[in-house]
């Protein structure tokens, strides 16, 4: 990506010769395209430019440099040939937010692959929609083992992962009421870890219909279509009516459009938790009335990213046979690298459950 | 009060002779004038009129019905003569709220003297600015020990019960670093419960200089004046300087203007949690923007009302001397009923620390 | 039971004419036989002789005492001929462990139905070893959805609403490790909330052998059989073998005998969490090490019956197919009235699943 | 320490000439005594021999190794001559405790100052009883504000930071009841942090008589004498009658006896939390009936050291002139490095506040 909002172009850059100690040069496998590429395709976040996107990858180890022995997130010896994911953002570990108030994912110098380093700086190979990355030693890598598929991992990607991190700030809860805005990756893998964590009931409000189909094989019971209730009103009358007449015990916004905020509040029953995961870029605002949250009694979380036991925690679910299938199956649109415009057009329309890069 | 925005008028209601089993007629001793009285005349929450407003109220018992002995909340016998005071809410402990909900204070029938009954209905005595106040059996009393001064439970007022609640729901822990905004009875009552929960710095952002300046003798550490920083901007950089350029682990809102709420979030470090305490009327929308709760982390919450046990906490509390002492002297205004108006544009004008009716 | 340790025996006594206000006779359906009345018989909890026993019942309203509608805890109306479950306790809601400490199952003056009540006082019919129950206006009652049939909600019993309280105190999060030691109704029934709860591996220490392939249908992941493991060794040593040689993230003692508590501790691996379910007769003391709490850094908590809420939240999960089904499975043995020793020989001799009594 | 139950030895070792880069070499000024050292001097805790005990230090940097900067646990940049104090222990932040389970304190390698290395092996000189130590590169050091006298960091000691591990973990909330077993250093420690969190009353159960006396000026406001109530029995009642009847809130054992343990739980009212801080060292066993946790509902915690954010809370705290003074006139016995043994047995005895040696 050179410019925001205008088309990516293929470049080519030098695959690192010698290799520092502890670095890892991968070949890369597949990089799912996630919705905050969009995101910042369009602009809405800060980033360097020009920049190789790509923060959902998976690889083959090619060379480790150094000549001692490297480990990954768990403690396992990796070797060349291994096919590995990894934590896309690593935190310094030492700063105010690392340390003291220990909320590592807004970290003072934390750095994405994918995100936060300018490609025409060496080693520039530091994104997942090329043949190549170039993984510095602090990485939280991750050996996969053989019972989780790389389109598993993929087809959940960040989402996932992202999904996992809300939810551990605010639980859902065994029988509760859940509502999900969106039907989006973060909106299925957010329904997905409902189902597992033993909601009674979750409804999903969003589209389109072959999203919202697919939320029901994640475990929605609930299908509320902006094509059947195209206004707010409507929706808010249709999640009064399934959750009788109060709302929600708790709602998990993972829409992105400012807006949704507003509505989440109104699938609240009172004393409900809102945990807003889809405002990961500043897309403007909106007019709130801060009454609500006191006449409601409302408790609201904020989540941003994920921290590598997320990852860990990921994978793990992943062997169960349940999840390694329903994820693996997001995956709908495959494109070659340099397909990559063609694939993020397909994302942004909302045509697909997931669309990955195959370099 | 017949009227919003009008001057409130003198009536006469008859006092019941014959009382139901467990009703309690009480003498009127000192009724507090609370910041929602205001709001409640300016017609902002939805109120029957006409309406005896008056939801502090310290009285003796003058007669109660029926033969059996009746019990405050504690169980001790109550009798004529006792000096009680009340929770001023009743909620019916059999609703969606109140059982699986566990949420009594939006009980979906509750009622509180002062605020919910119209005046014109018998009994018609169920506000606080009266010679008399009939009480329904279901009223959680309390007998006031004699170490608890009617100055101290009146000059906490439902300030303190709301800030109890609030901070049972966010607490203030050993250590963090604590913004209020707001210098009113709330506030007041908020940074004396942070001072006693073991805040390390309380920075109070508010005015006018009589009541910042009680607020230095309620524990606050730093206090950021309204007049020395008169812009939003002022204050947020104010508040980053005493705090190492982070912003504060809890924001504690007790202001009550909407566009407060925007003023909180920019004095919340990443992580922090934010208490909305201050919203208590519908006053209208803010320009919001979501991104902020995503990407700051935050965990936000509303608390509404309190429960009797936050009247049981506060007595108890105010039987130390330090607290009965500084609550006492928040009352710096006194009235006789028929000044009710003048008391009302005193607290009207913030010109009182907290102004009181003695019948 | 009028007698520790010897056969019950039938008595009559005298179904009431005239209700008052707000009782409501039932004709009894269906009695479970909980473990905890084979500690009643065995003396181990103080109780009042001669007793009518039986606290986890079903039945037909066959009559209510009063004029006025009466209403279960849901809210809804009852009325004759309804098929009805009910809580066995009923707290005070006024007593110091009500109110301000709101420790309801510990109220002071507790009484359940089936343990508390001496059979020769009137009005009797107390315990659900019977024809008839007479319950108290105080109870809470609940009006069965035709989805959740008698046999799930016995089948669930009392074990079920005790486990459902115990994981609201300690839960179970997503991914956890969980291990269960025993595999009576108390252990499959935290099995299965474990399972609904989100557990990645669910390892049951137990048996016998029908037991334990009944807690594989309600989701262990791993038996341990005592048969197998006859020593706590080799059980401790099987546990680590299956948990990386940590131990597991959460222990649930629902067992009974003192001697589990121990092995519960060679369970958690450090900083887990144990919930002790199984202890609620005093069965005597065990030789423990308390510096295993420390050097753990261990959590452990206690659990004491259960609230109506708990019954309502079983209720709403029993209407889940899969645990309709699975709990009313659990029911193996059925006995008429007069047989009830020798459905308690089967009980104290683990030959059941569960048994219950038909009158 | 050269064996176990006998006098220390003074052994030279040679400071190291040279330091690896990030190695800080520190001349000692202060080495405080805890209790644990007692229990490492009777041999109940599995240490190496020889050993250089002392793991609460404080001195001055008199060499950094290696060319580049290197910075304390907060971010500052450390040079020689700074005044500093460290974490004791180190954690490898890559196993298992370290990172999925988040229990650094268990980390399964962690090693610390005073307790984990043999003397006879270079580089020798990692503990406080000595006229230097040599701090490895992952230290977590804290250069010491001027405001903080080396009395007081020391005064506090480890029990200061074991006292905020523990109540992090569980927490004393605003107006709680609070009983603290035993008046040594953590003991008092725990009364200070209780009586910071806002708790309204504070028994302690211990002796002597000047340190119940020391209590006293930390915030205790209920002295329960060993001397006026020898038996358990006695002192149960004691606590009772103290607290209407039931117990405490929450009960912070701080004795080190394994029967204290036992007195805990009478202590506890229903449903209450029990902090055990004591149970440091294994000192056996005790007879212990586990129906008791069921039965009262209970909530165990352990917690084991403290991390190096509990030594930064530390710090902060001692920046308050209250606590400051009160930590450093815990320090009651001074001795020079060759008076180490005349030191041990005045702790042994319980005859100190707190000792130190002085190099």
């Given at each position: 990506?050179?410019?925001?909002?205008?088309?990516?172009?293929?470049?080519?850059?030098?695959?690192?010769g010698e290799l520092a100690p502890g670095e890892v040069l991968v070949r890369i496998q597949m990089a799912g395209i996630c919705g905050t590429d969009i995101h910042l395709w369009l602009g809405q976040l800060p980033v360097p430019l020009p920049l190789i996107m790509g923060h959902e990858t998976v690889g083959a180890i090619e060379a480790i440099g150094g000549a001692n022995a490297i480990y990954d997130w768990r403690g396992n010896q990796l070797r060349t040939g291994d096919r590995i994911g990894w934590a896309s953002g690593i935190s310094c570990?030492?700063?105010?937010?690392?340390?003291?108030?220990?909320?590592?994912?807004?970290?003072?110098?934390?750095?994405?692959?994918?995100?936060?380093?300018?490609?025409?700086?060496?080693?520039?190979?530091?994104?997942?929609?090329?043949?190549?990355?170039?993984?510095?030693?602090?990485?939280?890598?991750?050996?996969?083992?053989e019972t989780v598929p790389t389109e598993s991992l993929i087809g959940g990607g960040c989402a996932l992962t992202t999904a996992l991190h809300g939810l551990e700030r605010c639980p859902v809860q065994l029988g509760d009421t859940v509502v999900v805005q969106g039907a989006g990756p973060v909106g299925l893998a957010a329904v997905a870890m409902a189902n597992a964590s033993g909601a009674a009931q979750i409804i999903v409000v969003g589209g389109p219909a072959h999203r919202l189909q697919m939320a029901g094989t994640f475990?929605?019971?609930?299908?509320?279509s902006l094509d059947d209730y195209p206004t707010a009103g409507a929706r808010r009358q249709r999640?009064?009516?399934?959750?009788?007449?109060?709302?929600?015990?708790?709602?998990?916004?993972?829409?992105?459009?400012?807006?949704?905020?507003?509505?989440?509040?109104?699938?609240?029953?009172?004393?409900?938790?809102?945990?807003?995961?889809?405002?990961?870029?500043?897309?403007?605002?909106?007019?709130?009335?801060?009454?609500?949250?006191?006449?409601?009694?409302?408790?609201?979380?904020?989540?941003?990213?994920?921290?590598?036991?997320?990852?860990?925690?990921?994978?793990?679910?992943?062997?169960?046979?349940?999840w390694r299938d329903r994820f693996a199956r997001q995956i709908t649109h495959r494109y070659r690298l340099e397909e990559a415009n063609q694939a993020l057009e397909t994302v942004r329309t909302w045509q697909s459950g997931k669309a990955v890069l195959l370099p």
């Open positions: 990506m050179t410019e925001f909002q205008r088309p990516l172009s293929l470049e080519s850059y030098p695959v690192p570990g030492q700063c105010y937010y690392c340390r003291p108030k220990r909320q590592p994912t807004r970290c003072l110098s934390r750095k994405a692959y994918g995100i936060s380093y300018r490609a025409t700086e060496a080693p520039h190979l530091r994104g997942g929609y090329s043949d190549w990355i170039l993984l510095r030693p602090e990485t939280a890598m991750f050996r996969l083992p475990g929605a019971t609930d299908l509320v999640v009064l009516d399934l959750t009788g007449g109060f709302g929600a015990d708790i709602v998990i916004e993972c829409v992105g459009m400012p807006e949704a905020v507003n509505e989440s509040l109104h699938f609240c029953r009172d004393g409900a938790r809102l945990l807003v995961l889809g405002q990961y870029a500043n897309a403007g605002n909106i007019e709130f009335n801060p009454h609500t949250i006191t006449r409601k009694q409302l408790e609201i979380h904020g989540s941003w990213g994920f921290e590598p036991r997320h990852v860990d925690q990921a994978i793990r679910l992943l062997e169960n046979p349940v």
